[in-house]
């Protein structure tokens, strides 16, 4: 057991390490871009001081002259330069921000999609707005009219989400409810409630005007130096945290129960982690809204699970894929301003997603469709060769003994004669000639068709296997000598190497090596198998 804790906990270190280079690597931009923006707004109030004309704004921003304008317009070559070159200090801002906010996002989300607990993110989301709402509440009875406060704000909505996560527990493990019903009360609760509280603010002179709302659909362009520190250290504080607890969380998500008996702390492991999720939803509110914000927890996670079957690899791919999904929607969102950046962001990590749900080098479409084809091609040569060896197995058999690989090619046999021996039409049948032929097992000579000496050992090596399985479930698994030959059929493509070895091993008093066993059942040249 404590080889298993040390392969759970090696990937720590790595994990780690990733932390420290991106920190490195964000350190000079963060540093740069302060000092830019710090110089722009010298710039701004050295101008507003001198009476100057207000800066150049683009043509086309100039040309909206409602906010109810929603004219679809390609930007332009001078657009695409200057958002792709972060000439706008702001833009520069969101786009650190919102990347930042998708790697953190990302990693949070391996665990929860491994954890079966993809739509928590979605509980705290909605069970958020009462404590957004109150918070608002509580700083306008102290201080009536003042302008809202962000951090106010963030830890009311942090207080609520972790109050709904409790309650979604609490009634899981208290009562026999399952965790989708318990999910479903506490999310219409809470925004229920939010709702109520919401309808309420509109009542209050200033609530119109608090932008409440964009916590709830998000407001990435308004996105300032501070909100780009705080996703900072939240980003900081996340990764650490999965990195130190990477073996606590990786057991925790396989297998709870294993976890629990070997006397880890399970259910504090699993506090942290939805304390983990809390802290990402809220702080990324502001960028794609309570709503959305699930997506950026799931979404490349899910993405990255077809690309990987190992948990470190699928953790910094999470990562990867976030911040990318994250980048790549701002840059779009720069480009077409008509367009929210929160569903651009999410938008684009679902083609993300696409991409990965086709391509995928593990799970993905295209490639399980490959491996189909070829496991059918596999499987069609083999029963092709297989029934060749039968077809020809009395006529080669010498003294009694079964037939050499030699001597199956010193005879040719028609198609009509591997017909009866399977269920084949006959354009499969000609499809499977055709390819055998292609690869060099099977020569065709005047519609007579002959094993070459390749093709020949192919097929006293599929008899063999597939004999041997037969024997195997016949003297060990107590099948019916009338029915292992449909058994053998369902696994003897996919037994590898090891196994035959272990079938040779067991058979090998009454079977030497190098013999094919005599059929254990009558073989049926009427055609009555598939």
Same mark, same amino acid.
Do not use: C
């Given at each position: 057991m404590s080889r298993f804790r040390l392969a759970i906990r090696a990937p720590a270190a790595p994990c780690a390490a990733a932390i420290v280079f991106c920190l490195l690597l964000l350190a000079s931009p963060l540093r740069a871009a302060g000092e830019k923006f710090a110089a722009r707004q010298g710039e701004l109030a050295v101008a507003a001081q001198n009476?100057?004309?207000?800066?150049?704004?683009?043509?086309?921003?100039?040309?909206?002259?409602?906010?109810?304008?929603?004219?679809?317009? &390609?930007?332009?070559?001078?657009?695409?330069?200057?958002?792709?070159?972060l000439r706008n200090v702001n833009t520069l801002w969101v786009l650190l921000g919102t990347t930042i906010l998708g790697v953190s996002a990302g990693v949070v989300?391996?665990?929860?999609?491994?954890?079966?607990?993809?739509?928590?993110?979605?509980?705290?989301?909605?069970?958020?707005?009462?404590g957004i709402a109150v918070a608002f509440l509580v700083c306008e009875a102290i201080s009536p009219g003042a302008e809202k406060s962000l951090p106010a704000l963030l830890v009311g909505a942090a207080v609520s989400g972790l109050a709904g996560v409790l309650c979604m527990a609490g009634i899981r493990r208290l009562t026999r409810i399952k965790e989708d019903a318990a999910l479903a009360i506490v999310l219409g609760t809470f925004f229920g409630l939010g709702i109520a509280l919401f309808t309420v603010l509109q009542s209050i002179p200033s609530g119109n005007?608090?932008?409440?709302?964009?916590?709830?659909?998000?407001?990435?362009?308004?996105?300032?130096? +501070?909100?780009? &520190?705080?996703?900072?250290?939240?980003?900081?504080?996340?990764?650490l945290s999965c990195a130190l607890l990477f073996k606590e969380l990786s057991l925790v998500c396989f297998d709870e129960d294993f976890a629990a008996v070997q006397g880890w702390p399970t259910f504090l492991v699993d506090t942290v982690l939805m304390g983990l999720v809390v802290l990402v939803a809220e702080v990324g509110a502001q960028t794609v809204g309570l709503i959305l914000v699930v997506a950026l927890l799931i979404v490349p996670a899910a993405a990255a699970r077809f690309w990987t079957q190992r948990v470190l690899v699928m953790t910094l791919l999470g990562a990867a894929l976030g911040g990318l999904s994250t980048g790549l929607?701002?840059?779009?969102?720069?480009?077409?301003?008509?367009?929210?950046?929160?569903?651009?962001?999410?938008?684009?990590? +679902?083609?993300?997603?696409?991409?990965?749900?086709?391509?995928?080098? *593990?799970?993905?479409?295209? &490639?399980?469709?490959?491996?189909?084809?070829?496991?059918?091609? =596999?499987?069609? =040569?083999?029963?092709?060769? *297989?029934?060749?060896?039968?077809?020809?197995?009395?006529?080669?058999? *010498?003294?009694?003994?079964?037939?050499?690989?030699?001597?199956?090619?010193?005879?040719?046999?028609?198609?009509?004669?591997?017909?009866?021996?399977?269920?084949?039409?006959?354009?499969?049948?000609? =499809?499977?000639?055709?390819?055998?032929?292609?690869?060099?097992?099977?020569?065709?000579?005047?519609?007579?068709?002959?094993?070459?000496?390749?093709?020949?050992?192919?097929?006293?090596?599929?008899?063999?296997?597939? *004999?041997?399985?037969?024997?195997?479930?016949?003297?060990?698994?107590?099948?019916?000598?009338?029915?292992?030959?449909?058994?053998?059929?369902?696994?003897?493509?996919?037994?590898?190497?090891?196994?035959?070895?272990?079938?040779?091993?067991?058979?090998?008093?009454?079977?030497?090596?190098?013999?094919?066993?005599?059929?254990?059942?009558?073989?049926?040249?009427?055609?009555?198998?598939?």
């Open positions: 009476d100057a004309p207000q800066r150049h704004v683009p043509r086309r921003d100039a040309d909206h002259h409602s906010l109810t304008d929603t004219r679809w317009q &390609w930007p332009t070559w001078d657009d695409f330069v200057s958002v792709v070159s989300g391996v665990f929860m999609l491994l954890r079966k607990r993809s739509l928590a993110g979605d509980v705290v989301g909605h069970a958020s707005l009462p005007q608090a932008g409440l709302d964009k916590f709830i659909f998000g407001n990435a362009a308004s996105m300032l130096g +501070g909100d780009l &520190w705080l996703l900072a250290i939240t980003a900081l504080v996340v990764l929607g701002t840059i779009l969102s720069a480009l077409f301003p008509n367009f929210s950046a929160g569903p651009i962001i999410v938008l684009t990590g +679902g083609a993300i997603f696409a991409v990965s749900l086709v391509f995928g080098a *593990r799970r993905g479409m295209a &490639w399980r469709l490959i491996t189909l084809i070829q496991m059918r091609n =596999r499987v069609g =040569r083999h029963d092709l060769l *297989r029934a060749f060896y039968e077809a020809l197995e009395k006529s080669s058999a *010498r003294n009694g003994k079964p037939a050499a690989a030699a001597a199956l090619t010193e005879r040719s046999i028609g198609l009509d004669d591997l017909l009866v021996r399977r269920r084949w039409s006959p354009p499969r049948l000609r =499809r499977l000639v055709a390819a055998a032929r292609r690869q060099g097992l099977v020569v065709v000579d005047q519609k007579q068709l002959r094993l070459t000496e390749a093709g020949a050992a192919a097929a006293r090596r599929a008899a063999r296997n597939h *004999r041997m399985w037969e024997l195997f479930l016949i003297q060990h698994a107590d099948v019916a000598p009338g029915r292992v030959d449909r058994y053998a059929d369902q696994i003897e493509h996919v037994l590898e190497p090891d196994v035959v070895r272990e079938l040779e091993d067991l058979l090998a008093r009454g079977y030497p090596e190098l013999a094919v066993p005599a059929s254990p059942h009558a073989l049926e040249p009427a055609g009555g198998k598939p």
